[in-house]
């Protein structure tokens, strides 16, 4: 059965007057079909590349807080950099082996293994999500962001904790996740909701990400993102950081 379901036949409704197309869970689409979905919409094979650049100007409306954050993706490494008014800058990385943070408040850490599914997953870059997430089952139809969805439990190879997949049924687009995510304060739910998607060096990207987590709402607005950029910074963990591996 085709993934571009018509939302004109007759279906369920919520009370945000959504339609749900009534479908039989035999006639669900694999996840695979999904995922395959997605990533022709968003650019094919062009938007599965491992390396790349990203900056997003990022606000935290009710605190006031505005700021920036960068970050690199190569070889399965990972470092960022994150600037807020007022906090200061932090960095963070992983390195292949074990994840780091310098930040103004707690200064140079190791990340604990309950901490680095987050970043071990962005070490992995745009692959698709087949490669990322396991024992994924299509759940069925959902509402998300007043949008008909496909919703997708699976569970991120980089941490053990189910999450919920959205994908537009008329487009297979994934357009956020729902689920808890390993933090330094323990595991804390989150959701990310993707949109105003725009053609970004050759793919779609949504050009704002709002994440919920707690009562903080947090939008990220992109500036930049570059494929296999020709520069790339030095992944080494700052002197600090070194310096308790060798404690």
């Known amino acids: 059965m085709t993934l571009l379901l018509m939302l004109a036949c007759a279906g369920r409704r919520n009370p945000n007057d959504v339609r749900l197309p009534d479908i039989a869970p035999e006639d669900y689409p694999s996840f695979e079909q999904l995922v395959a979905a997605h990533e022709a919409a ?16 990022i606000a935290a409306p009710a605190q006031g807080l ?11 490494q990972v470092y960022t950099r994150s600037f807020i008014e007022g906090m200061g800058e932090s ?26 599914g987050p970043i071990k997953l962005m070490g992995m ?4 999500m087949t490669e990322t997430y396991t024992n994924a089952s299509v759940d069925g139809l959902k509402v998300f962001d007043d949008q008909a969805c496909w919703q997708v439990s699976a569970t991120p190879i980089a ?3 189910p999450t919920k997949l959205f994908f537009l049924v008329e487009t297979g687009v994934n357009i ?12 804390i739910r989150q959701q990310s909701v993707m949109r ?18 707690l009562t903080l709402l947090m939008v990220a607005t992109l500036e930049t993102f570059e494929q296999d950029p020709q520069e790339v910074p030095d992944f080494t963990p700052p002197p600090g950081v070194q310096a308790l591996l060798e404690e």
Not at 42 to 57: C, I, L, R
Not at 125 to 128: A, D, H
Not at 198 to 212: F, K, L, N, S
Request: no cysteine; hydrophobic share 30%; proline share 7%.
């Open 66 to 76: 505005t700021g920036e954050i960068e970050l690199w993706a190569h070889d399965g």
């Open 159 to 161: 941490y053990d904790e």
């Open 176 to 187: 956020g996740t729902s689920g808890k995510v390993p933090t330094p304060m323990g595991k």
């Open 125 to 128: 870059g745009n692959l698709p």
């Open 196 to 213: 105003d998607w725009q053609i970004v060096d050759g793919i779609a990207m949504p050009r704002v990400t709002e994440t919920t987590m």
């Open 42 to 57: 968003v650019g094919g094979e062009e938007a599965s590349s491992k390396n790349f650049y990203m900056k997003q100007w």
């Open 91 to 116: 960095t963070s990385g992983w390195t292949g082996e074990y994840g780091w943070e310098n930040d103004p408040n707690q200064g140079p850490r190791i990340l604990t293994d309950d901490e680095i």
